[in-house]
């Protein structure tokens, strides 16, 4: 049963607590030990070429934010690395597709995997305009030709409980197993993990830390968001639910 849980609500289930708090920090089982300290400075270095490169997006445009990870295995157990963030402040899909390929481009990556925000579908107009997911891969197929690359994004959406309880799962069970961990260059991802709470009706995330930064914050400044958790949720619930879904397909590995 601990493995099926995470960390929170194996310690509510042994308490007899009610499993589904929704109230409070989202991200309970985000801890110091979640955090990769002393990277390498050229997150290039971090990368193997050798697996597929994961690419977990949130459309917003102040910021857009997304997240970069690779899965592996840890004897028989699947894991998650996130390796690096890209908060960008009054950026498109344009914009965005082509910082990747300015950061990660010349790497020689064999495999891309996107995934992200079904709202990422919803931005196009037919025969006018390609959505946002598109307009992406139209971009990195161009300037990353020896790339294969697919998008895995659902155009539906999980319940955001399920999303949390996945990610939360992922950072510790009830064992106190760690599947994932964040590179300590992931400055944004790091405060929105550990900063976000439920809203007051206990329904999804509060989203006051997103309207300050979209009206106060500048490029390179670290502000408390939910978007940069909320991109690698969209990864996680596809990949890695706590709760197996019947449309689950397992992240191919190198």
Not at 114 to 123: F, K, L, R, S, V
Not at 188 to 197: F, G, H, V
Request: charged share 30%; with cysteine; hydrophobic share 35%.
């Amino acid at each position: 049963l601990n493995a099926t849980l995470s960390y929170d609500k194996r310690i509510r289930y042994s308490k007899g607590l009610v499993l589904n708090r929704q109230k409070g920090k989202c991200y309970t089982s985000f801890d110091g030990g979640t955090v990769v300290a002393g990277e390498p400075e050229d997150v290039k270095s971090d990368i193997d070429i050798k697996r597929p490169l994961v690419w977990c997006l949130d459309f917003n445009k102040r910021p857009e934010c997304s997240v970069i990870a690779q899965t592996y295995r840890d004897g028989d157990v699947k894991k998650v690395k996130v390796i690096d963030e890209l908060i960008l402040y009054d950026a498109g899909p344009e914009q965005v597709a082509n910082e990747f390929v300015r950061r990660y481009g010349d790497l020689g990556i064999k495999e891309l995997i996107i995934y992200g925000d079904p709202n990422g579908y919803h931005t196009g107009i037919k025969h006018v305009r390609l959505d946002d997911f598109h307009t992406i891969l139209a971009i990195l197929e161009k300037k990353m030709p020896g790339t294969e690359i697919t998008i895995k994004a659902r155009k539906t959406w999980f319940s955001i409980t399920s999303r949390i309880d996945s990610v939360n799962w992922m950072l510790k069970d009830g064992n106190g197993l760690r599947r994932m961990t964040f590179s300590s260059r992931c400055t944004n991802l790091i405060a929105s993990a550990s900063k976000t709470e439920w809203n007051k009706q206990g329904t999804g995330e509060d989203e006051a830390g997103d309207v300050r930064a979209r009206l106060k914050a500048k490029q390179g400044e670290t502000w408390p968001m939910t978007h940069p958790m909320a991109a690698l949720g969209y990864f996680i619930i596809e990949e890695h639910p706590m709760i197996p879904h019947t449309t689950n397909q397992p992240l191919p590995f190198v």
